[in-house]
């Protein structure tokens, strides 16, 4: 049984350090790889309603945890340069928004196109789903593989996935191991 | 015996050599990684004053005795000027956990008078051992991962 | 036009300055969800 989270509601959360107790960032853009199947990083922004961007990116191989109030990193140095950074974190240029993309089943089966991503609650950005909206206009969970294709602008998944698809983020933290446990026997 | 940070709030400081009122105890300055206070913050604004722990005579349960007046010193960096505005206060600080989970606020902390070592902060409804506290600064108190009770 | 007029522009073209400062702050803030695509 997992803890999820929507992706969506990292945006906006402080970045916090375990050591300091300092919020010393906020999150702008939260940046994910669908082939690596995890977060590649997240761009910021000032503490501040009226505060400006924060130049400095923080990979994700430098988060200490994501959680449903904050981001935490082990203290201000994980934050870095866009020139000392992966480049998908520091240029926007490789970027585009995942909303809407299509998901399509190796089949060539659509099971809608994409909403949100779902994390894993305390990991540094493990993504175990999507949430889509259903070719019937309803809300649907679908658990992801470690790895996914990206083709064109399309999605790919296993065929299998269609028997996973849920209604709630309840109902997709049961199936997330099934999920994978069937994909492993295959 | 055990003291509190809520009990302690507002107790009297006295001189020991004068027996004169020198002010009361405004906030307590905690070094998280120790575990310990180092620090008694008395008075507000501009008028506060720093007393470092080990000039503390006796922390007793009705007042903190101090040499004299000269044990009260302005604040000499940053973060014991965040201390001396309250910044750094742990009554009523955020608790997060180290996985990014909001764990309520610190109602209050015991600790030993005699050493100054923290024993247990009370979070919510929750008692935790001060050995949890992995860091303390103006934002939120950080908690070890083994107090989150949501993953 | 007379000072209180002068006055009253000079505050509403501030009043206006301060709004642009805040909506484009605002939106250079906005984020969101983004994928990339690996280099093959």
């Known amino acids: 049984m997992k803890l999820l989270m929507h992706a969506s509601q990292i945006n906006g959360l402080p970045v916090v350090t375990v050591q300091g107790g300092e919020d010393v960032a906020e999150v702008r853009d939260v940046i994910y790889s669908p082939e690596a199947g995890h977060l590649v990083g997240l761009t910021l922004n000032k503490r501040g309603f009226l505060s400006g961007r924060r130049r400095e990116v923080l990979p994700a191989g430098a988060i200490h945890a994501i959680g449903r109030d904050a981001v935490m990193v082990d203290d201000e140095s994980r934050l870095v340069l866009p020139e000392d950074a992966p480049d998908d974190v520091a240029h926007p240029g490789a970027d585009r928004n995942v909303m809407g993309d299509d998901v399509l089943t190796e089949s060539g089966a659509s099971l809608g196109t994409v909403r949100d991503l779902v994390l894993l609650v305390g990991s540094a950005g493990d993504v175990v789903g999507y949430e889509i909206e259903k070719v019937d206009g309803g809300r649907g969970y679908i658990p992801l593989p470690a790895q996914l294709a990206v083709s064109g602008s399309a999605l790919v998944v296993p065929d299998i996935t269609e028997e996973f698809v849920r209604d709630d983020l309840v109902g997709l933290g049961a199936a997330v191991d099934d999920f994978r446990a069937r994909l492993g026997l295959r | 015996m055990t003291d509190s940070f809520r009990r302690a709030g507002g107790r009297k400081l006295i001189s020991r050599s004068s027996a004169q009122d020198l002010g009361s105890v405004a906030h307590l300055l905690v070094d998280a990684e120790r575990r310990q206070i180092t620090a008694v913050v008395v008075g507000r604004g501009k008028k506060a004053r720093l007393v470092d722990w080990s000039e503390i005579g006796g922390f007793g349960p009705d007042a903190v005795m101090v040499s004299d007046e000269s044990a009260l010193r302005p604040p000499a960096d940053d973060r014991e000027r965040l201390a001396a505005d309250g910044k750094l206060e742990l009554l009523g600080q955020r608790a997060i956990s180290e996985l990014g989970n909001a764990m309520g606020t610190i109602d209050d902390v015991t600790f030993d008078p005699v050493t100054g070592a923290l024993e247990n902060l009370r979070v919510g409804d929750r008692e935790v051992p001060a050995g949890a506290m992995l860091g303390s600064g103006s934002y939120a108190v950080v908690l070890a991962d083994h107090e989150d009770p949501l993953p | ?40």
């Open chain 3, 1 to 40: 036009m007379d000072a209180v007029n002068w006055l009253v522009l000079v505050l509403i073209v501030l009043l206006l300055a301060a709004l642009a400062f805040v909506v484009i702050r605002r939106r250079g803030r906005a984020g969101g969800v983004f994928a990339t695509r690996d280099k093959r």
